[in-house]
């Protein structure tokens, strides 16, 4: 790919290296290539247990653990870097978990707070301690503009006029519940809504719909996934994404196919995500979202 | 128990039997012993597979199928019966579970309408569909109005402040949710849903909160189940419910309570809940829903 207009995400005003702090997936990778591919520098801040080892070497990079927040702005500050991506998944840790280094206990208060509030605050607040030590913090899709899925069917199957009119419901449905800062995504057959994601994520809501089926509690087959974003989410660091295992839970649940708002859900590896969609003749399909 | 006023609903114009159309669990029998208190006579058409069989034997009655519509009108009019009450849990049939008998199947276009829609659209379905036969379908609080939750706790535990907080954003989310003809219940802990119900039922949506623990993805304990009514929902069929398998399932999820909203939930075996609730040191609470 030789891009002809360069994303405005991928300016460095003096030639600073791009720091991604990077979890679980391809993702990282994608958004380090494509950066690389600009001709940018980059450094990796790889969170150990998330991020994957055989991948990360291929880049200048520093392991860290979750709850390093200071040594992340510490090592960020000494590589000259900038601008920073948050990208890749990692699980929600209890508090416990995070094992806090002393500028993270600092910021102690504010992140009890922060894991009060929804998924949405925590990575906002988050971005948000970096953007106050002087970090900019840039969405992976500004730097990597080809992640973002767009209007239309991603592989061969598209919508029937049934499935199209579930969609819409999820999306009604979505928007009605986006101002709890809850879940992103529903599960719809019939216009009748299955399954919501709360704490759960999206692969485990599908397992349910798959022993909803086994105990024939709903029909066989059918159904759609719709994910959508919240409304005021905040593009920088929490635009739904759906990958391989996406497609295959989705697949395992006997839906018909998967719905996600064009220009604001993440797709990684899209020829492999098309081509496995045709597999499992599901449709993975972009749409517009009427009050998005 | 000597009510000095007899309920609107326990009117019987000249004598006529109450017909209680029973699934499983104990309210069926708690509704056949308020008529009989009453002095009205009964007869159950206890539902196969969900009436339990060892109390059905107490009062003059029929065993019907869950499809057999027909039969229950044709075994109605013969005893005389022109209320009927429908009560107690059935699991939600697929089309082809229920092997419909003549008249359901004349019903067939209708009822498959009615399944497209959520569980509300159901049972009210089924109830309009007993009452243009020239039944009427009473609410079982009509009967036995001491089965609704009134204000204030069952049991000896009460809210804290951080846990009303918690009870107000479920009933907010499930005021956003009502129209949709979803599920009536959630767990909200630190004003955060962690659960939402849809087809999966309370009990498995309650275990879910416990595998999350376990998988260490939520703290250990903590969280309130919140059920309300759904906006326009027919009381006649489909008021939310708690039984000693719910106190069990929420105490299993490691819940600090349940809030229900008052006059808008049954509560069978009040003095048994009460009393499994302190057990499990778990709040019962009947509250106001500011905008029911």
Do not use: N
Not at 14 to 33: H, N
Request: proline share 6%; aromatic share 6%; with cysteine.
């Amino acid at each position: 790919m030789s891009p002809t207009t360069v994303p405005p995400g991928s300016q460095a005003a003096d030639g600073a290296p791009l720091g991604i702090v990077g979890g679980r997936g391809v993702l990282p990778f994608t958004v380090a290539a494509a950066a690389r591919d600009q001709g940018r520098r980059v450094v990796l801040f790889a969170l150990r247990g998330f991020a994957d080892p055989g991948e990360v070497g291929a880049y200048p990079h520093h392991w860290v653990r979750l709850g390093q927040f200071g040594k992340v702005c510490r090592l960020a500050r000494r590589e000259g870097c900038r601008d920073l991506v948050l990208i890749g998944g990692v699980q929600r840790p209890t508090l416990r978990q995070l094992r806090p280094d002393w500028t993270t206990l600092l910021l102690y208060r504010r992140i009890k707070r922060l894991f009060r509030g929804g998924d949405d605050h925590l990575l906002s607040g988050i971005a948000d301690a970096f953007e106050e030590r002087g970090f900019r913090i840039i969405g992976a899709h500004e730097i990597a503009p080809e992640i973002l899925i767009t209007r239309g069917p991603l592989g061969r199957r598209t919508p029937s006029a049934a499935e199209t009119a579930d969609i819409a419901q999820g999306l009604a449905f979505l928007r009605a519940t986006g101002p709890f800062d809850v879940g992103q995504a529903v599960v719809v057959a019939d216009r009748r809504v299955l399954a919501m994601e709360a704490a759960e994520g999206t692969d485990t809501m599908l397992w349910r719909i798959a022993e909803l089926r086994a105990d024939r509690r709903i029909p066989k087959t059918g159904g759609v996934l719709v994910k959508a974003p919240k409304p005021g989410q905040d593009r920088r660091v929490d635009l739904p994404a759906i990958g391989m295992g996406t497609i295959a839970a989705a697949a395992d649940a006997r839906l018909s196919g998967i719905a996600l708002v064009a220009g604001s859900a993440i797709v990684a590896q899209r020829t492999r995500l098309s081509a496995a969609a045709d597999r499992s003749k599901i449709f993975v399909v972009g749409v517009d979202d009427a009050a998005g």
